[in-house]
């Protein structure tokens, strides 16, 4: 492939908590000047197919991707796993466990909100979430901005959604630690996404990502909207160290998410040589492949 010049390596369509469809998810980015896109939709490669075909007539390089909601020592912990086999039995197993929970928690959510006032109900939710197979409190968010109970999505999690909030309720997620393993069986390549992000720095720190390098993990997002530029050299020197790949991304989601439009950050071209190569080499163990999309 001809060398690219923008990647973003990081982003939703309305198969998860994103607002566009996966096709045009990747209008827009050939419209933003994009070469490469990834689609990591959460928990789901249900986006893949349409995003493929649009890929090839927007003459935009698709990566396919997934990022799987997990736990690191017991907190949540968002992995990104770039050009696994979907069809893989144990990956298919842990999305599917990750998605039932995902739907099971959705109605105790509703109760706990009727609990304090607020009428709602998990049509309402469901009615926000057309096409997404992987159901989330941003749909949440969204059905008590479209009941006038919020202005935002933002506000809704800082008021209900958050944990320790009125409308929080736990759900279903594997280890990082096991799904490491189960990304590169499937012939992937495990990078964390926003690793500073929402949680204390402290929980992951160098000893713990060169403990996740040990389990395979390749790569570390950087770049991210939610890391300050002090603690994105922080994290830059620590993966530098530790040899680990860097990945800048918009984590684009659509209407749903402010400031971070595509190609907001940016992946560096050798560090997706490296990761594609990386893809390449753990298909070849795996004896499983996903290639990414090429234009034509
Ligand atoms: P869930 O996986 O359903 O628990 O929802 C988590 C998703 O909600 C994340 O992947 C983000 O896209 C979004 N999210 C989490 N916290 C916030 C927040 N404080 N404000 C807006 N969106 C958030
Ligand atoms: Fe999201
Ligand atoms: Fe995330
Ligand atoms: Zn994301």
Same mark, same amino acid.
């Given at each position: *492939? ?5 990647? %973003?390596?990081? =982003?939703?369509?309305? @198969?998860?908590?994103? =607002?566009?469809?996966?096709?045009? #998810? ?38 396919? $991707? *997934? ?12 992995? #990104? +796993?770039? #050009? ?12 599917? @466990? ?10 105790? *959510?509703? +109760? ?41 999505? %933002? ?21 990082? =630690?096991? *799904? ?61 160290? #530790?040899?680990?790949?860097? =990945? ?21 071209? %050798? ?15 795996? $004896? ?9």
């Amino acid at each position: *492939m001809s060398v690219p010049v923008r990647i %973003d390596l990081h =982003t939703h369509s309305d @198969r998860s908590d994103g =607002t566009d469809s996966p096709g045009d #998810l990747v209008r827009a980015a050939a419209a933003a000047g994009l070469d490469v896109v990834a689609l990591t939709d959460h928990d789901t490669s249900v986006g893949w197919d349409e995003a493929a075909g649009a890929a090839v007539e927007a003459g935009v390089v698709l990566v396919r $991707g *997934m990022e799987i909601s997990c736990l690191h020592a017991g907190r949540p912990l968002h992995l #990104l +796993a770039y #050009l696994p086999d979907p069809d893989h039995p144990r990956l298919q197993g842990e999305l599917r @466990r990750i998605v039932e929970g995902r739907d099971h928690r959705l109605p105790a *959510m509703c +109760a706990r909100l009727r609990q304090i006032g607020i009428p709602i109900d998990e049509d309402q939710v469901a009615a926000q979430a057309a096409g997404t197979a992987a159901l989330g409190r941003p749909h949440v968010a969204d059905a008590l901005v479209a009941l006038g109970v919020v202005a935002h999505r %933002d506000e809704a999690f800082e008021r209900f959604l958050s944990p320790g909030r009125p409308g929080y309720v736990r759900r279903y997620a594997p280890d990082v =630690t096991a *799904m490491l393993g189960i990304v590169r069986d499937a012939g992937g390549v495990p990078v964390v996404a926003h690793p500073w992000g929402r949680t204390d720095p402290s929980a992951l720190q160098e000893e713990g990502l060169a403990g996740l390098q040990q389990l395979g993990l390749a790569g570390v997002e950087v770049d991210h909207q939610d890391h300050a530029p002090r603690r994105r050299e922080e994290l830059r020197a620590i993966a530098g160290n #530790l040899g680990l790949l860097v =990945t800048g991304s918009s984590d684009y989601h659509g209407t749903g998410k402010k400031d971070h439009d595509l190609g907001c950050n940016t992946t560096a071209p %050798d560090q997706l040589e490296l990761l594609l190569e990386r893809a390449r080499e753990a298909a070849r163990v795996a $004896g499983r492949r996903t290639p990414e999309v090429v234009r034509p």
